[in-house]
């Protein structure tokens, strides 16, 4: 069988072709048993689920931390300890880097922060997440107001999230359901970014942060 070559001409335009011909037209939907929810809203993480994620983030040598809802601040800032500049998404909530004495630097304030901006050693991005997944220890990020563009999550050597348990599920289904619009770009991060290579040496920090930190706030 020859495999037509894609650099160029009617090969090239063959294999396209037949891309956007297996691409599916219709839009994507979740089964609805999956958006099922308490009357007051949707379904809250119970304890399991909450072990499991946490036991995948470790797993993945991501550091977590957990605090109740009026800890953020002050458990964010011990997070940063030393770090002189953090970046956020343009409307990440407020209070969250209140204790910490850094400089903070939004996503577009005055302007969008650059690759060369997020690339400064020692900087490190405070984002919100969509949903977390616990069977897979999975963060999905899909540009929402406390999480922004995927920059920001991608180029600095340090993201540190923020996860609420009403933010968690078990699989995937589930956390595509919880999504505003599965079909938008999304980010999943799975630990810190690592490699490895025929020896299986592993090395982080190739493609993305080479630390994480998930603060899991509890109630």
Sequence with gaps: ?????????????????????????????????????????????DRDL???????LVDYRATVRLCGRHEVAETLADLLGPV???AVPGRVPGNWLSAYPGRVRRDGDPEPLTVADLDTPGLAVVTGCAVAIARTGTLILDGGP??????????????LCV?????????????????????????MV?????????????????????RLDVLLVTD
Excluded: K
Aim: proline share 13%; no cysteine; hydrophobic share 35%.
């Design 1 to 45: 069988m020859t495999v037509p070559e894609v650099t160029g001409g009617p090969a090239r335009d063959e294999v396209l072709a037949r891309i956007r011909a297996a691409r599916p037209t219709a839009p994507v939907t979740v089964p609805r048993d999956y958006r099922a929810g308490t009357p007051d809203g949707p379904p809250t993480a």
């Design 50 to 56: 909450l072990d499991l994620l946490v036991d995948r």
């Design 84 to 86: 002189p500049t953090v």
């Design 146 to 159: 406390d999480q922004g563009r995927r920059l920001l999550s991608l180029v600095p050597d340090h993201h």
């Design 163 to 187: 996860v609420r348990v009403d933010q968690v599920v078990d699989g995937l289904p589930a956390a595509l359901a919880r999504l505003a619009d599965p079909t938008r770009p999304l980010t």
């Design 190 to 210: 799975s630990g810190p970014s690592a490699t490895s290579d025929i020896e299986l040496d592993r090395v982080e920090g190739v493609h993305g942060p080479r």
